[in-house]
Antibody, heavy 122, light 106 residues
Framework: QVQLQESGPGLVKPSQTLSLTCTVS??????????WSWIRQHPGKGLEWIGYIYYSGSTYYNPSLKSRLTISVDTSKNQFSLKLSSVTAADTAVYYC??????????????WGQGTLVLVSS | SYELTQPPSVSVSPGQTASITCSGDKLGDKHACWYQQKPGQSPVLVIY???KRPSGIPERFSGSNSGNTATLTISGTQAMDEADYYCQAWDSRTVVFGGGTKLTVL
């Protein structure tokens, strides 16, 4: 059973960089056909895709966040990470990491972390 | 950019059939999936590749996708099915979510 766990600061100051890590257990991050995703949800709102990364390092980002976003992978630790720079209060959200199965047509997220709330405030 | 449109809310009586739609340009040419999210919980995949159910998802959940509309159908809706439902598609290597539909069972 694949499990994902987000970790990182729950409070970030405006203009600083939000950094989160997702640790994958019960499966290898280097498995073929899976992309490793970040998704966020503003309080009381819907889901917003942030981006994903393949174990090889290939990345795909939400165009609206691309200029501030970096997603990286560390296969030796079975982890992937998110960095979002120049944050504002609008980046306050619950951040989820998830595994996206893109092996059979389209992509769907079959395993999700529990989510972590990040508050942007001074 | 690609957009998916869902009704904000749908109501259904217990035991009846609930249908939640998701509209997008030529959505039927893409693969749609659906997630269920209950308050304070992470989303759960209930339908993928238009019609497939993950292991552990009850048979009362089914999906279809044709033309510009994907539909999630819940037959014999139960109180436990009350939740937010999100459709999702994959377009040009990016993931797109619908705005979500709140399903009320009353």
């Amino acid at each position: 059973q694949v499990q994902l766990q987000e970790s990182g600061p729950g409070l970030v100051k405006p203009s600083q960089t939000l950094s989160l890590t997702c640790t994958v257990s019960g499966g290898s991050i280097s498995s073929s056909g899976y992309y490793w995703s970040w998704i966020r949800q503003h309080p009381g709102k819907g889901l917003e895709w942030i981006g994903y990364i393949y174990y090889s390092g290939s990345t795909y980002y939400n165009p609206s966040l691309k200029s501030r976003l970096t997603i990286s992978v560390d296969t030796s630790k079975n982890q992937f990470s998110l960095k979002l720079s120049s944050v504002t209060a609008a980046d306050t959200a619950v951040y989820y990491c998830a595994r996206a199965d893109c092996s059979g047509g389209g992509c769907h997220s079959d395993y999700w972390g529990q989510g972590t709330l990040v508050l942007v405030s001074s | 950019s690609y957009e998916l449109t869902q009704p904000p809310s749908v109501s259904v009586s217990p035991g009846q059939t609930a249908s939640i739609t998701c509209s997008g340009d030529k959505l039927g040419d893409k693969h749609a999936c659906w997630y269920q999210q209950k308050p304070g919980q992470s989303p759960v995949l209930v339908i993928y590749q238009d019609t497939k159910r993950p292991s552990g998802i009850p048979e009362r959940f089914s999906g279809s996708n044709s033309g510009n509309t994907a539909t999630l159908t819940i037959s014999g809706t139960q109180a436990m099915d009350e939740a937010d439902y999100y459709c999702q598609a994959w377009d040009s290597r990016t993931v797109v979510f619908g705005g979500g539909t709140k399903l009320t069972v009353l």
